[in-house]
């Protein structure tokens, strides 16, 4: 079993749709980051997250650390949104990242 | 917040050559990291970058193949020798402190 399980592993939207995107993970870990990776390759750190919630623009991520799930959710889906979203976990007493398989999201106009 | 630069963005080389990829920082950092992300695949850890030593390698991964310099607390370079077409990859550098990371935009290698 993998240490991190993202899910969908692809997901088409309509441009204005809710989109969620599941992470579980394995691992103890002290916090778990949202990486967003363009088509080109370069990857943009969206949150750093070790409790609760944050809230960036339409971009909202969540984790609870006792399940070791955590979601993020974009509101208003745009075509610029089209990406692949990476959950990697931070482990804990370590620097090292755990990284999900992504899951490539494509909105629609 | 940091800004990584990685030079160069792609590169297209033979079989049997080696190549550098420079990672810049524009802020000190105390960890530097590179990665492989073959196609398709999910980013892997080559290695931690080292200020003043020697890199720490992950498992599958030999100083032989990915030498690493770190020379200060800003810049590193991971050289990718002898390519084959399996070495065909994005090489991407991240850096940061403290819990916070940042990634370059990486580099695209094709060797053929």
């Known amino acids: 079993k993998n240490e991190v399980e993202q899910s969908p592993q692809n997901l088409t939207a309509q441009e204005g749709e809710f989109i969620t995107i599941n992470c579980s993970y394995s691992v103890g870990i002290s916090a778990l980051h949202w990486l967003q990776q363009h088509p080109g390759g370069g990857i943009v750190s969206l949150f750093m997250l070790s409790s609760g919630k944050k809230k960036h623009g339409r971009l909202i991520a969540t984790i609870n650390i006792q399940e070791k799930h955590s979601s993020l959710h974009i509101t208003a889906s745009h075509p610029r949104d089209s990406a692949v979203y990476i959950c990697a976990p931070w482990r804990a007493g370590s620097y090292q990242l755990t990284f999900g398989k992504g899951t490539k999201l494509s909105v629609i106009p | 917040s940091a800004v990584i630069s990685q030079k160069p963005s792609r590169d297209i080389c033979q079989r049997g050559t080696s190549l550098t990829i420079q990672c810049q920082v524009d802020?000190?950092?105390?960890?530097m990291f590179w990665y492989r992300q073959q196609p398709g695949q999910s980013l892997t850890l080559i290695a931690t970058a080292n200020q003043g030593s020697e890199a720490t390698y992950e498992s599958g991964f030999v100083i032989d193949k990915f030498p690493i310099s770190r020379p200060n607390l800003t810049f590193s370079t991971l050289t990718v020798s002898n390519m084959s077409p399996e070495d065909s990859s994005i090489y991407l550098c991240s850096g940061g402190d403290a819990g916070e990371l940042f990634f370059g935009e990486g580099s695209r290698l094709t060797v053929l």
């Open positions: 802020s000190q950092v105390t960890m």
